[in-house]
C-alpha cells in the first residue's frame, strides 16, 4: 500500500506531465478560467487518458510497430469523441460549455506520451495506474489554474 501511495504522489506531484513537460498545457490555458470549466475539463481529462491507455494496451500487441503511433492517435482521438458526444447527449450545458476545446485533449499530446511511457514491458496494473494518476494530475493542475484565475 505504501508503494502505491508513493506512486501516486510521485506521479501527480512531481511526473506530472503539465507541469514537467508542457504536454497538455493547451486545454488547460484554454480552459482554465472558470473553476466550473475547469473541473469538468479535468474529469474529461482523466477519462480520456485513462480509456486511451486502456484501449492501447489492448491493441498493442495486433498493431504493427510501424503503425502504432497512427494507431494510438486514431485511439485517442475517437475516445476524446465519444467523451464529447457523451456530454453533447447528458450535459449539453456543459458541452456548450467546453466542447469546442475537447479536441485539445487530443492534439496535446498528455494522452499519447503517457501512454507511449508504458507500452513496452509494464504489467497493466501499473500502466493503469500510471494513467489513473496522470489524469489526476491534469485534474489537479486545471483546477488549481481555475481557482488562481476566476
Known amino acids: 500500500m505504501k508503494k502505491v501511495i ?3 504522489k510521485n506521479s501527480v506531484l512531481f511526473e506530472n506531465p503539465v ?5 497538455g498545457i493547451t486545454p488547460i490555458l484554454a480552459m482554465s478560467t472558470k473553476l466550473f470549466d475547469g ?3 479535468g474529469l474529461c481529462g482523466i477519462v480520456s487518458i485513462f480509456l486511451s491507455t486502456l484501449l492501447f494496451r489492448a491493441l498493442r500487441r495486433f498493431v504493427p510497430k510501424k503503425l502504432r503511433d497512427v494507431v494510438y492517435i486514431l485511439a485517442c482521438a475517437s475516445v476524446v ?3 464529447e458526444i457523451l456530454l453533447l447527449a447528458f ?3 456543459v458541452y456548450e460549455s467546453i466542447g469546442i476545446y475537447l479536441p485539445l485533449l487530443c492534439v496535446s499530446g498528455i494522452v499519447f506520451s503517457r501512454s507511449k511511457k508504458f ?3 509494464e504489467s497493466v496494473k501499473k500502466c493503469m495506474l500510471d494513467a489513473l494518476t496522470c489524469g489526476i494530475g491534469f485534474f489537479v493542475t486545471i483546477v488549481a489554474l481555475s481557482l488562481v484565475r476566476e
Open 119 to 121: 507500452e513496452k514491458a
Open 39 to 41: 473541473v469538468f475539463m
Open 19 to 23: 507541469i514537467t513537460l508542457f504536454a
Open 81 to 83: 469523441s465519444l467523451c
Open 91 to 93: 450535459l449539453p450545458s
Open 6 to 8: 508513493s506512486f501516486l
